[in-house]
């Protein structure tokens, strides 16, 4: 499948020549054409599958095929972070760059006054996060009235935020019939598909990226370690291995990035905190150093990294293991990004093993054990359990059966293809 078989106009398949894509991405080639065709999207995509472009495309392409002299924004992409939209708003850009579509975004961490300024001009793509547009909508300084496209990116992350009753109380203020898109890393467990049934019309699903198919560019390996002593004994060694050249380490929490931090510091690693509480000029502030290769180490939280999309993050490292697979596979992805290669580290101690069977669970599959030479484990570290199997076909068709019988759908409207 190339590009140009997805029937894009010229002025796209130009900027995505620019941006040196030579071919869809699995999750592009089976979004572009649905959304192309106005059907509802349900895609499970995890970062790093080259989401972002299937939803973008399809949003400029319908720009393009039906120029309207609106100034008010027709297409909504709602994320659950400002690093997130920001990125996604950069590839908005970037996308757009021969065609006449107008963009803006709309995040917290900034002054609203500014931002409602920024509303007086035209916009035909709206990126925001929930909490800030709901803030200026409440306002009156914006009009989703002529809102034809919702995109809604990570919706998982955005559930895990609380963020689900803002999108829809600013999905009460666009006209019912609009078409709908929902990317999740992960469909499971985490109340999606209930969400995504009051947005989405008989979505199509698309799973190209389902949560056991990680980018095959990431080699992960599991370290025990025995003690913190040990797991600060081994971070070392990863980072200053010649192999390494930007390390992005994972913390459960902001206390522990910080106190992370001022320990690679102590040892003469060039480091920095990456963490919520920051505000945001500090936040784009430490990123660039990261990313201009001024600090070897970012330390983040999960929040602080989402949506960091750098394509020269050799290491992953999880200092502390998550809690959840989804999370685990969130943080892998910040490697091994577009054509590259990366590795994703877990440090593990004994009280670790029932996270780390949960994400072999989730991963479907047993991660390598490495050990270090001279830093072996000392402690027997319980093998994990095997990896379960999936729950069966009929079981899981007998479950959908159930849950079929909820209330009706809010919105019902079919879609029809435009004529072309
Ligand atoms: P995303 O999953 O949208 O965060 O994209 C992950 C990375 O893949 C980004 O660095 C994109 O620039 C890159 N990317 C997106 N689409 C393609 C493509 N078709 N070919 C090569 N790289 C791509």
């Given at each position: 499948m190339t590009f140009e078989e997805l029937e894009l106009d010229t002025e796209l398949l130009a900027a995505i020549a620019e941006l040196h894509y030579h071919k869809p991405t699995p999750v592009q080639a089976e979004t572009i054409p649905l959304m192309l065709m106005r059907q509802d999207v349900l895609a499970c995509a995890a970062t790093g599958t080259g989401k972002t472009a299937a939803f973008i495309l399809p949003a400029l392409q319908m720009l393009l095929d039906e120029p309207r002299?609106?100034?008010?924004?027709r297409v909504l992409i709602l994320a659950p972070t400002r690093e997130l939209a920001f990125q996604t708003h950069k590839v908005v850009k970037q996308l757009s760059t021969h065609c006449r579509a107008t963009s803006q975004i709309i995040t917290g961490g900034f002054s609203s006054d500014q931002q409602m300024e920024k509303l007086q001009d035209p916009i035909d793509i709206l990126v925001a996060t929930p909490g800030r547009l709901l803030n200026i909508m409440s306002k009156d300084f914006?009009?989703?009235?002529?809102?034809e496209l919702v995109i809604i990116d990570e919706a998982d992350r955005m559930l895990d935020m609380g963020q689900g009753p803002d999108v829809n109380a600013l999905l009460?203020?666009?006209?019912?019939?609009f078409q709908g898109a929902c990317f999740s890393a992960?469909?499971?467990?985490?109340?999606i598909e209930r969400f995504t049934s009051d947005i989405l019309d008989d979505p199509a699903l698309v799973?190209?990226?389902?949560?056991?198919?990680?980018?095959?560019n990431v080699q992960q390996q599991v370290i025990f370690a025995d003690s913190k002593a040990h797991k600060q004994a081994l971070l070392k060694a990863l980072i200053t291995d010649?192999?390494?050249?930007s390390a992005l380490v994972f913390c459960n929490t902001k206390e522990r990035a910080i106190e992370l931090d001022l320990w690679l510091q102590s040892q003469k690693i060039t480091s920095t905190a990456l963490h919520g509480d920051l505000i945001q000029a500090k936040r784009l502030e430490k990123t660039k150093k990261f990313m201009s290769g001024k600090v070897k180490v970012l330390v983040a939280s999960d929040i602080a990294a989402?949506?960091?999309?750098?394509?020269?993050?050799t290491h992953v490292i999880n200092y502390d293991l998550p809690h959840r697979g989804d999370i685990y596979i969130h943080r892998i992805g910040?490697?091994?990004?577009?054509q590259q290669m990366g590795v994703a580290y877990s440090l593990v101690e004994s009280h670790d093993i029932p996270k780390l069977n949960r994400i072999q669970y989730h991963v479907q599959a047993k991660l390598p054990v490495n050990t270090l030479p001279g830093l072996e484990a000392k402690t027997k570290v319980g093998q994990p359990i095997k990896a379960h199997k999936k729950p069966h076909k009929k079981k899981l068709a007998q479950k959908a059966k159930k849950s079929s019988?909820?209330?009706?759908?809010?919105k019902k409207t079919k879609k029809v293809r435009p004529a072309s």
């Amino acid at each position: 499948m190339t590009f140009e078989e997805l029937e894009l106009d010229t002025e796209l398949l130009a900027a995505i020549a620019e941006l040196h894509y030579h071919k869809p991405t699995p999750v592009q080639a089976e979004t572009i054409p649905l959304m192309l065709m106005r059907q509802d999207v349900l895609a499970c995509a995890a970062t790093g599958t080259g989401k972002t472009a299937a939803f973008i495309l399809p949003a400029l392409q319908m720009l393009l095929d039906e120029p309207r002299h609106s100034t008010i924004p027709r297409v909504l992409i709602l994320a659950p972070t400002r690093e997130l939209a920001f990125q996604t708003h950069k590839v908005v850009k970037q996308l757009s760059t021969h065609c006449r579509a107008t963009s803006q975004i709309i995040t917290g961490g900034f002054s609203s006054d500014q931002q409602m300024e920024k509303l007086q001009d035209p916009i035909d793509i709206l990126v925001a996060t929930p909490g800030r547009l709901l803030n200026i909508m409440s306002k009156d300084f914006i009009d989703l009235s002529e809102v034809e496209l919702v995109i809604i990116d990570e919706a998982d992350r955005m559930l895990d935020m609380g963020q689900g009753p803002d999108v829809n109380a600013l999905l009460e203020a666009i006209p019912e019939n609009f078409q709908g898109a929902c990317f999740s890393a992960t469909l499971a467990g985490t109340g999606i598909e209930r969400f995504t049934s009051d947005i989405l019309d008989d979505p199509a699903l698309v799973e190209v990226d389902a949560p056991n198919q990680q980018s095959i560019n990431v080699q992960q390996q599991v370290i025990f370690a025995d003690s913190k002593a040990h797991k600060q004994a081994l971070l070392k060694a990863l980072i200053t291995d010649e192999s390494c050249q930007s390390a992005l380490v994972f913390c459960n929490t902001k206390e522990r990035a910080i106190e992370l931090d001022l320990w690679l510091q102590s040892q003469k690693i060039t480091s920095t905190a990456l963490h919520g509480d920051l505000i945001q000029a500090k936040r784009l502030e430490k990123t660039k150093k990261f990313m201009s290769g001024k600090v070897k180490v970012l330390v983040a939280s999960d929040i602080a990294a989402r949506g960091l999309d750098m394509l020269n993050i050799t290491h992953v490292i999880n200092y502390d293991l998550p809690h959840r697979g989804d999370i685990y596979i969130h943080r892998i992805g910040r490697t091994g990004r577009g054509q590259q290669m990366g590795v994703a580290y877990s440090l593990v101690e004994s009280h670790d093993i029932p996270k780390l069977n949960r994400i072999q669970y989730h991963v479907q599959a047993k991660l390598p054990v490495n050990t270090l030479p001279g830093l072996e484990a000392k402690t027997k570290v319980g093998q994990p359990i095997k990896a379960h199997k999936k729950p069966h076909k009929k079981k899981l068709a007998q479950k959908a059966k159930k849950s079929s019988k909820k209330p009706s759908k809010k919105k019902k409207t079919k879609k029809v293809r435009p004529a072309s």
